[in-house]
């Protein structure tokens, strides 16, 4: 069995940033792609941002230029930086590993708020 763990949600003005992290642990042997996904109230959860075990990435439209993923394939971590939050980015921030030999896992989720 696999476990995500996400840290770094919380409270931020607009046009602040927050940093948020997910590390995977338990029964890994490779991971293909590891992504950052968001619910929001009433919203179905969409994809954010995405990075493949070689570094390639592909973003929403809604954040591109405002956040950045990234990855330490060592750790079997990835990471979101995210600028200008605005008032469309709060949501529940959910991790995601998609594995070489089958398995896709899911974090628990970290809740992000934008105050304005």
């Known amino acids: 069995q696999v476990q995500l763990v996400e840290s770094g949600g919380g409270l931020v003005q607009a046009g602040g940033s927050l940093r948020l992290s997910c590390a995977a642990s338990?029964?890994?042997?490779?991971?293909?792609?590891m992504g950052w996904y968001r619910q929001a109230p009433g919203k179905q959860r969409e994809l954010v941002a995405a990075?493949?075990?070689?570094?390639?990435?592909n973003y929403a439209d809604s954040v591109k230029g405002r956040f950045t993923i990234s990855r330490d394939n060592a750790k079997n971590t990835v990471y979101l930086q995210m600028n200008s939050l605005n008032p469309e980015d709060p949501a529940v921030y959910y991790c995601n590993s998609d594995h070489v030999k089958g398995g896709n896992y899911w974090g628990q989720g970290t809740q992000v708020t934008v105050s304005s």
């Open positions: 338990g029964r890994i042997f490779s991971i293909n792609a």
């Open positions: 990075i493949t075990s070689v570094g390639s990435t």
